[in-house]
């Protein structure tokens, strides 16, 4: 069970407009910091404070490939199938997607 300390916690995080963006774009795949900046269309020191967040709220995950840092919504936070039905309400995000790698800015790394 999910305390009401943890649960202010994890809606405070994701209530701010931003960091909820950078949570629908995690709930359709990975991403590194510049492609979130590309998305975003923000600089990268307000997108890694917003990923700092995310991350100390435990809500996203980060595996290191290679050079690079990709960022993930965590699968096993204990709030993770309430923020997908959340999402579910939200416009999609994959125009935004698609036309990032359309545009050649997708990092397509192993």
């Known amino acids: 069970?999910?305390?009401?300390?943890?649960?202010?916690?994890?809606?405070?995080?994701i209530g701010e407009e931003t960091r909820l963006k950078i949570v629908c774009y995690l709930a359709r795949d990975s991403f590194c910091v510049c492609e979130?900046?590309?998305?975003?269309?923000m600089s990268q020191p307000s997108v890694s404070q917003h990923l700092r967040k995310l991350k100390a709220a435990k809500i996203i995950t980060e595996e290191k490939r290679g050079r690079w840092t990709f960022h993930s919504l965590n699968t096993d936070h204990p709030q993770y199938s309430l923020?997908?039905?959340?999402?579910?309400?939200?416009?999609?995000?994959?125009?935004?997607?698609?036309?990032?790698?359309r545009n050649g800015r997708r990092i397509l790394c192993d």
């Open 1 to 13: 069970m999910v305390t009401y300390e943890e649960t202010g916690i994890f809606l405070k995080t």
């Open 36 to 41: 979130i900046v590309q998305l975003l269309g």
């Open 83 to 101: 923020l997908l039905q959340l999402l579910d309400t939200l416009p999609s995000v994959m125009t935004e997607i698609e036309s990032l790698t």
